[in-house]
């Protein structure tokens, strides 16, 4: 069963771009986490496992724990061994989907004493204080969002740089494979290229070293956000 967080409830808000703005509601003691139907928060991405994680609340305390999934569980980019404290701004990643835990707004997350202070102070002091939430929410959606762009980069840097390294050793290997066919009378345009056949009369191996730069340069890239984005959240923890 899906379930959908209350305003009096405290649940996790999705966002990752592709599932942004689903809540998994956590009023119940035990809520599991996966993509099976069985599950009570269901998150539909190839990265979660079937059955992901699960979080439970005990005596006022909420904790998450990884049920030995493919991709992982992480707390604010740490991952989850054993039960892991939940508290409001918290960013849960469950694979590559990352979710901010958000606590029921309560009638006294913030009290005023009314005797001495006009109303109009007290109107800005409960103002102030929302700010500060919309402000940190914000900031944590910002990170995650980072961090998974970061990802992105990387892996798809990392494909570039494998089919990149594959077309440049197929050149070579071509080459290589042609040199016992070359002798002192063969004509020069039969002499086959040390980085192979030509695609567009550029040599395969060329294009395949420019493909596998490029795809170092977006590992690095990616590398670059995804510790940026840590750090942000390491230096914003209290």
Partial sequence: MRQFGTPDAPSLVVTTPRLRGVRVGLAAPRTTVGRNDDCDGILDDPTVSRRHAVIELTGGAMTVRDLGSRNGTSVNGRPVVGAVGLHPGDVVSFGAVEALVEMPT?????????????????????????????????????????????????????????????????????????????????????????????????????????????????????????????????????
């Fill in 106 to 238: 309560a009638t006294r997350g913030a009290e005023f004493h009314v005797r001495d202070q006009s109303a109009e102070q007290i109107h800005m002091a409960g103002r102030d204080y929302i700010n500060i939430r919309n402000e940190r929410a914000s900031f944590l959606a910002d990170v995650a969002a980072t961090k998974t762009r970061g990802r992105r980069l990387i892996v798809f840097g990392f494909l570039c740089f494998v089919i990149g390294f594959a077309m440049f050793g197929y050149g070579v290997v071509s080459f290589i494979v042609g040199i016992p066919g070359i002798d002192i009378d063969t004509p020069q345009p039969d002499v086959p290229s040390p980085f192979g056949p030509d695609v567009g009369g550029v040599p395969l191996g060329v294009i395949g070293f420019a493909l596998a730069g490029i795809g170092s340069v977006l590992i690095v890239a990616g590398i670059v956000l995804h510790v940026s984005a840590a750090a942000r959240l390491r230096r914003a923890q209290p």
